[in-house]
């Protein structure tokens, strides 16, 4: 019988968990069952199994690297996962199941190469301070596992056959997604850890264009939760912002095109998932103020329109909507206009407050609500916004806890403003390169404070990459997420793959005719006919083929990008 043994480093304990290769069954035994003859490699935790073609599969952390503490806990960042096969060998798989597995493989390795997985053997990196701080002797009890916030666990469908099990739980790690920094501090020759916490959701994840809006359980794609939190002489302080995708039925497929028009859903019921989503905000979150940053003309004004008519057809009083055209306004490098938009919502934000617990562990504070911001991809506007309602709420709290004296500014410590402009802009390239594959935009405002020339360059070239990869990797990056999250399942037994779908000979022949109809027309410039009007003759003729393929293939955009192939299409609009 092949086992695998995994055992726990923490307090010297005896425990081991034995994974038996052939039934898959997980036990505890003890390290005096371990054969001496065992071969030993370290790793620092165990993300779960996965079935593919070949069988499980066991994915293990086997690098990592300190982020800094919370509150004495130490914060690790995965940056390493091997993927351990039960079966030693592949030899009763066809030549099909084995290209087929080496493909759901390079799926998997795809989703831990992307940068952003934390975790924490002793502290729950998946809920707020406030939220810690209101829970039950109960809830203290649990595991990390069993008392995770399962919207944050990216891991949850991976550790499903350990979650049945409580007495293997200390075995299995929880792992969030998004970004932590951490960073001490000092003003005034006080010193204090200032951090910053984003954690994406795992429901309804996925890539820039093919996950938009809701699903039917109100699950907003692009979710992310924003915490910051200052911890000084033992207080604790803390701010939560949210971000997501305008919570309704709406689609935005790649096309081609640089920028694909919108559609919003005529087929299904909005007001279900719309309400159910901010049902869900208020029980999460309190009071919700929206700060919607869409254009109000062109493509997205639609969008804007809905979004409004569906809030006042609502009327839940809890909820607030907000719009702002953060690109009209800030036209023309105008961005100190965003202070109108602050000023805004002073107001409310004083109001909703932030969670303040003293030195005693006595809640001085509690945060009332949330602004939920949001953009068309809530990366680039969405980050800078929530950036600047961050730095007021910070400097209410440095202010109370005494750090900062009454009448400084966060803006005048030249310190400490560098520390925090970078730590969000990190967080908005983060957030950025896990949904639309690229590092964020206007994150030169968001570092130095202000618009600069190289930075609308920058902005240019990720663009360019963000068109390229929305339009030629996505559909693979789409179901590589899927299968992680277990949104599909491989079925060992399955006659027919998804990933052998059939290309329309339009795929291949037109680029081929576009191309050599091209070619032709630069050859008839280079070298000229006779007369001029038989090369005019020839470059017409060439150059109207390959425009007019140029066009049949931009009309027919949708068959040429890279599209998912593992989950129906029906189920992500």
């Excluded at 809830?139 to 049945?164: C, K, T, Y």
């Excluded at 998932?273 to 919607?292: A, E, L, T």
């Excluded at 804007?304 to 719009?323: D, L």
Aim: charged share 20%; hydrophobic share 40%.
């Amino acid at each position: 019988m092949y086992t695998n043994s995994l055992s726990s480093c923490d307090d010297g304990a005896d425990d081991v968990l034995a994974i038996d290769r052939v039934s898959t069954e997980v036990t505890l035994t003890v390290k005096k069952d371990v054969p001496p003859s065992a071969v030993t490699r370290p790793i620092f935790g165990i993300l779960g199994t996965i079935r593919l073609v070949a069988g499980t599969y066991l994915i293990v952390i086997t690098k990592k690297k300190k982020v800094g503490e919370i509150f004495s806990h130490a914060i690790w960042k995965a940056t390493d996962f091997d993927i351990l096969s039960y079966k030693k060998t592949m030899l009763h798989l066809t030549d099909i199941q084995l290209q087929d597995n080496k493909v759901f493989l390079s799926m998997l390795n795809h989703v831990l190469s992307v940068d952003g997985f934390y975790f924490s053997t002793t502290y729950d990196l998946t809920h707020t301070l406030q939220r810690l701080a209101n829970t039950s002797p109960e809830f203290q009890e649990m595991s990390l596992l069993e008392r995770a916030d399962p919207r944050f666990v990216w891991n949850g469908h991976l550790l499903r056959e350990f979650i049945a099990q409580p007495e293997i739980h200390r075995f299995a790690t929880p792992v969030m997604h998004g970004f932590i920094t951490m960073h001490s501090c000092c003003i005034n020759g006080k010193c204090f850890d200032w951090l910053l916490v984003s954690r994406r959701s795992c429901f309804r994840a996925g890539v820039r264009y093919y996950v938009r809006g809701i699903d039917s359980e109100g699950h907003a794609a692009n979710f992310v939760e924003t915490e910051q939190i200052v911890h000084y002489k033992g207080s604790k302080a803390s701010f939560v912002q949210t971000r997501g995708s305008i919570p309704f039925f709406w689609s935005q497929r790649p096309n081609l095109k640089y920028k694909p028009k919108p559609q919003i859903s005529k087929s299904v019921n909005h007001m279900d998932g719309f309400q159910r989503h901010f049902d869900s905000q208020i029980i999460s979150y309190g009071k919700q103020i929206i700060v919607n940053l869409v254009n109000q003309k062109g493509s997205e004004k639609p969008l804007e329109q809905t979004f409004a008519k569906m809030v006042n057809s609502m009327g839940n009083g809890m909820v607030k909507y907000v719009a702002f055209d953060f690109h009209k306004e800030c036209s023309r490098m105008r961005w100190d206009r965003l202070q109108i938009l602050v000023d805004q919502l002073s107001e409310q934000q004083d109001e909703f407050s932030y969670f303040l617990v003293d030195s005693e562990g006595k809640i001085v504070a509690q945060q009332e609500g949330t602004f939920r911001s949001n953009c068309m991809d809530c990366l680039d506007r969405t980050n800078v916004i929530q950036s600047l309602l961050a730095r007021r709420s910070l400097q209410a709290q440095l202010q109370r806890l005494g750090v900062l004296h009454v009448g400084q500014r966060i803006e005048e410590q030249a310190d400490f403003e560098k520390i925090y402009k970078n730590a969000w802009a990190d967080n908005a390239n983060a957030c950025a390169k896990q949904y639309a594959g690229t590092g964020a935009l206007k994150t030169d405002f968001t570092r130095t404070g202000k618009r600069t020339q190289w930075g609308l360059i920058m902005d240019g070239w990720n663009s360019l990459i963000r068109y390229y990869k929305n339009n030629f990797s996505d559909g693979f990056r789409q179901d590589a997420i899927d299968l992680f999250l277990g949104n599909y399942s491989v079925d060992e037994v399955e006659p027919a793959s998804p990933l052998h779908v059939k290309k329309d000979w339009k795929f291949l022949a037109l680029p081929i005719i576009m191309v050599v109809a091209f070619s032709m027309c630069i050859i008839c410039l280079l070298m000229a006919g006779d007369t001029w009007t038989e090369t005019l003759a020839y470059v017409l003729f060439w150059g109207s083929a390959s425009f007019g393929t140029f066009a049949i293939i931009l009309y027919n955009g949708k068959d040429f990008v890279d599209a998912p192939k593992l989950v129906q299409k029906e189920k992500m609009d």
